[in-house]
Structure formats: C-alpha cells, structure tokens
C-alpha cells in the first residue's frame, strides 16, 4: 500500500509540474498585449514600443507584466519522457505557450520588488534531467534568482538585462534545448490609475508547494492529524446509508430528529429552509465534528454535489452553529475579560483556550466562489427581513465594505496580500472610498476595482428593498480603530460614577442571550416528543413487517 508521504510527495510534483501560461494575444479593455522576439526586444517605455502610439488617458499610468522565454509546454512533457519513460496509452499532450519566469515593470521602466517568479515546471524539468532531489529547493531557488536580479538589473530594466536573466537560467537549470517560439517575449500592458497600487498578479506557480514539504515531512515522522488521515486514507463505504432505502428510515429520523439539530441556524425566510438532505449533511457535520463533553472532535467531512444543489446554503448553518458554539463559550464568562488569558492587561493579545477554534476559513481554486460567499453573508437579502430590526452586527461597516445593504459584518473576503490589505486599511483604518454599486458589480464579475471618486449623498446603492442609502451611511464609517477608542473612552467614564457598569452590561447581554436559547430550547423539546412518537410508530411497522414476513413462510 503506498505510504501516506508517498502520496503528498505525489501530490507536490504535481504542483511543481504546473507551467506558468501566458495570456494570449488578444486585446482587452485596458490592457495592450505585445510580444516579440529575443532579437526584437523592446522595452515598454522605448520609443520602438507599441505603447509609444498609445495615449494614456489622465490620471492613468502603465503597469508591465514580462512573460521571457516563452515556450511550448509539449517540448517539456517530451523532454520529460526521456528522462523518465513514456507511458503507454498516454493521451498526447497539448500544445500550451507558457513561460520561463515572469516579472512585473513600473510605468517608469523599475522591476517592481519582489515580483521576479520563476516557473516551477522549468525547474523541475532541471532537476529530473540533472537525477536530482526536487521535493525541496525550489523556494531557494526563487530567492536566489531574485538576489541575482536585484545585484545585476540596471536601476531601468533594459533588454540587455531581460537576455542576461533568459540565458541565465537556462543555462542553471540545462535547458539550452528548449526551443523558445518566434516571439518569445510577451508583455501584458494594463492601465491602471496613478494612485492604484501594484496589480496582483495571482499565483503564477502553486501556493502550497512548501507546505506539501512540510506535510510529508511531518508524515515520515509519523506527526499527522485527524482530519488528514481522513483525507488520504482510501475510501472505505463503512456506515453509508442508502436514504432511499425504506428499511433506513429509523436510523434517518434519528440523524433527523430535533436532539441533533445545531443550537443555531441561519435566519432564512421560514418557506426557505434546509430540505431533508442539507440537514442531514450540516447535523452530521456538527455532530460529529463539534464540541462533545467538553472535547473539540478533528476530522474531515465532504458534502457532494453539482451547482445549484445547496451546497452554499447548508454551509450558512454550519456556520450559525459555530458562531452559537462560541457565544455558548462567552455566555458562561462572569465578565467580558475572562475571554482574555491576561485580563489585568485589557489586551487583545491571548484569547482564552475555550474561544479557539471557533474561526472559519472559506478556501478554493477559484476565487470568485469564495468572494461570491464572503459577500454574500453580511447582505440583508440573505436573512428574514422579520429579524432585520434585530441584527446590527456593525452594519455601517459591512456596508462599507461591500457597497450593499448589510445587516452585519460576519465574513470579508481576504486570501491575496491585496485583499487582505484592503480590508485591514478600510475596516481597521477606515481608509479608502466607499463601493457604489457599479464597483460592487464589478467585484462580483471577478473584475479589478480601481478607486474612483468619493462618495456623495447622492451616490445610492439599490438594494433588495429598492433605493437605499448604503453608500452614504458607508461613508460615516470611520474605521474599527476609532470605534474601539470610543467605547473604550466611554466605558471609562462610565465606570467612574458607576463601578459596575462593565459588569452590568456584560451581565445584561448574557442574560438576554441565555433567555433566548431557553426558549429554543423549549421549543426543541417539543419537537423531541414528536419525533419520538414518530419513531416509535417506525418501531412498530418494523415489527409488524417482520411478522407479516414470519406468517408468509408458514
């Protein structure tokens, strides 16, 4: 059986062995795409180049995306098969222009830090031809190049110098046999505004290759977790229930009945609930990877399905049950302090054990599935709107945030340094302009947004209940920073006439919360009652089928 590492391993050649693509030449709106030959080689800002007949709209600047020495990727997969055989039956591989390395310019003709990417796939074909290790290095490489780069670049990149880099590493890597095509070099031009910071780019190579390393590293050392013996053992149909399979029944108003539902769920519309199938996946889930008797159970869980099957709307629920298994953590703290592991420092810096592993991370291979939710969640049509007048769950910087009309700030779309310094200047900071709706289209189709001009009162964001003022009321929003300091100004008055005026607060809240999940509970009870009725009802159509059977034998 092959070992668990083995498989990783596996798993990360794949990943080196994905080449970098080059867009094809084909113009878009904003964006020049040219290429050329070694022996032609412009640089963008030369007055040889395309661009030099192109105006520049005002307040708009070029950004430059070098794709050097571009190739068929059909010469590596042959190259490849010499060096480890052929297999037969193989399909013949497509004929795809991806590149050695890429590296992204300035409108002033700089190479912008950091922005020299090798390709992965070239390397790799280096290594196998040289009969070397290649489950490490390749995070060396990229840094040595970049050095090399750094040192011997002119402070304007010339042509001279994309050649010098070209020849060096295929040189390195014994690649002087992969033929580049006739116009080797390729330049992606886009117009950007001249505030806007650097394009990102997107991972011209996979983003997990060190951590596959360190995964099969771990494996060797016999160092693993639940949840990744689950993803690598081999499938196995123990405990499968067949749910069209009457004879289950019993079993699937157990998995059903209102014990196993999650002290929380997403406040839908009441029509609009989780049919039989969703319900079962979140209860499962929660069940089995929730908190029992104290102890948070590890595991993986898959929920299949093709588009529009529900998948999204299930994943809401489990994160109410999340959110709720937290608030459960919190309710139990005398103050809001103990949630700190240091309370005497009124610091945010250690959270108490108990209020960990409640976080939720969205992930995918396609980003515009993970922004699609993270947008999604903090929207008012995504709940009831007879609960509306109760959830302000920083509204204003929800609002902010998307350029919709928002009940609560539960989710932002983070992954991409872009992304996530955007959220850290406009949330924490409160940095920025705020989204109108055209931006917020824009988002939503996977286009790049560039800042435009400051929103006024009579920029409107049409929401699910028609005209609304979202982008007014986003433009209040002055950053979490300043909130913070506010309330924290204001409880410290506060407390000075009224000592237990943190105490009584936090007290109050608890208290409304503990009402609350009293009263589901007793509604939960009821439903309990029912069920078992039902069940037992079950029981005994079992037994009398059973005798129905006996009889029929006599």
């Not at 592993?357 to 007879?386: C, F, M, W, Y």
Request: aromatic share 6%; charged share 25%; with cysteine.
């Amino acid at each position: 059986m092959t070992s668990p590492s083995a498989i990783v391993r596996y798993w990360q050649s794949v990943e080196l062995l994905q080449p970098m693509p080059v867009p094809k030449l084909k113009q878009r709106a904003n964006t020049c795409i040219h290429a050329m030959s070694a022996a032609n080689l412009v640089m963008p800002r030369d007055k040889a180049s395309v661009l030099a007949k192109q105006s520049l709209p005002e307040g708009k600047k070029w950004s430059h995306l070098l794709f050097g020495h571009c190739y068929d990727s059909k010469l590596a997969v042959k190259a490849l098969e010499v060096a480890c055989g052929a297999v037969q039956a193989r399909k013949e591989p497509q004929s795809v222009t991806v590149a050695l390395f890429s590296l992204r310019i300035t409108d002033t003709g700089h190479m912008e830090p950091n922005s020299l990417v090798l390709s992965s796939a070239a390397w790799l074909l280096g290594k196998v031809r040289a009969n070397a290790p290649f489950a490490r290095g390749f995070a060396d490489e990229q840094k040595w190049a970049l050095k090399e780069v750094t040192d011997q670049f002119d402070e304007v990149v010339t042509a001279e110098n994309i050649l010098w880099l070209t020849e060096l590493l295929l040189k390195r890597w014994q690649l002087k046999d992969l033929n580049a095509e006739e116009n080797s070099f390729l330049f992606s031009s886009t117009q950007i505004n001249s505030t806007q910071a650097v394009p990102d780019d997107g991972p011209m190579n996979s983003f997990i290759l060190e951590e596959l390393g360190d995964v099969a590293d771990n494996l060797d050392a016999r160092n693993s977790s639940a949840p990744l013996q689950a993803y690598l053992a081999a499938h196995s149909k123990a405990g499968q229930i067949d749910v069209s399979d009457d004879r289950q029944s019993v079993k699937l108003l157990e998995l059903l009945a209102p014990d196993r539902y999650p002290s929380g769920c997403w406040p839908t519309e009441a029509d609009q609930g989780l049919v039989h199938s969703q319900q079962l996946a979140v209860n499962h889930i929660v069940c089995e990877l929730g908190e029992s008797e104290g102890l948070r159970s590890e595991g993986l869980r898959s929920v299949n399905g093709p588009p529009g099957t529900g998948k999204t709307t299930l994943l809401r629920d489990i994160i109410a049950a999340v959110v709720t298994g937290r608030a459960d953590v919190l309710a139990d703290l005398e103050r809001a302090s103990g949630a700190f592991v240091d309370a005497k420092r009124q610091t945010c810096d250690l959270l108490i054990p108990e209020l960990l592993g409640h976080e939720i991370v969205v992930a995918s291979s396609n980003n515009g599935a993970v922004e699609n939710v993270t947008l999604e969640l903090p929207q008012r049509d995504k709940v009831d709107a007879q609960w509306l007048s109760e959830l302000d769950y920083f509204q204003d910087a929800a609002e902010w945030l998307t350029g919709k009309e928002s009940w609560g700030l539960l989710s932002a779309a983070l992954g991409n340094n872009t992304n996530r310094n955007d959220f850290v200047n406009r949330f924490y900071k409160g940095k920025g302009k705020s989204l109108k709706a055209a931006d917020v289209s824009a988002v939503e189709a996977g286009a790049e947004v560039t800042d435009g001009p400051a929103a006024t009162d009579s920029d409107q964001v049409q929401g699910p209940g028609g005209a609304g003022s979202a982008a007014k009321t986003a433009a209040q929003f002055e950053g979490f920073k300043k909130w913070l300091d506010e309330k924290a100004l204001r409880n410290d008055l506060a407390s000075k006439s009224d000592k237990s005026y943190r105490w009584t607060i936090w007290s109050e809240a608890v208290k409304r919360y503990k009402k609350a999940k009293a009263e589901a509970e007793v509604l939960g009870a009821e439903a309990a009652l029912v069920s078992s009725k039902v069940k037992a009802l079950l029981v005994i159509r079992d037994q009398v089928q059973s005798m129905q059977d006996q009889f029929a034998q006599l």
